[in-house]
Nanobody, 118 residues
């Protein structure tokens, strides 16, 4: 099982980035997908999530209206479009795959750094 994030980097406040997470080794379309982030000295927090078929999404209040999660089940990839970035968005962003099966299945990527600074 692999989740490989890409697209992070340094961006100025107000800028945009698009993160990608390429999945392999499991049946991607069966899994809900999420993006989490963890800033230095803080706990990991849920940023956005999308259902397995992509029909429903949810966002943390802090990113609503600025971030958009999407997925392409044909490409086994989930995306996070981040607009109007703020310094407080600076964190390591992690991709997560979850299936509420028995047993529960929960996979994580290695993370990608996003730094918002002038």
């Amino acid at each position: 099982v692999q989740l490989v994030e890409s697209g992070g980097g340094l961006v100025q406040p107000g800028g945009s980035l698009r993160l990608s997470c390429a999945a392999s080794g499991f049946t991607f379309r069966w899994f809900a997908m999420s993006w989490y982030r963890q800033a230095p000295g803080k706990e990991r927090e849920l940023v956005a999530e999308i259902t397995s078929a992509g029909g429903s999404t949810d966002y943390a209040d802090s990113v609503k209206g600025r971030f958009t999660i999407s997925r392409d089940n044909g490409k086994n990839t989930v995306y996070l479009q981040m607009n109007s970035l703020k310094p407080e968005d600076t964190a390591v962003y992690y991709c997560n795959a979850f299936r509420n099966s028995i047993p529960k299945l929960d996979y994580w990527g290695q993370g990608t750094q996003v730094t918002v600074s002038s």
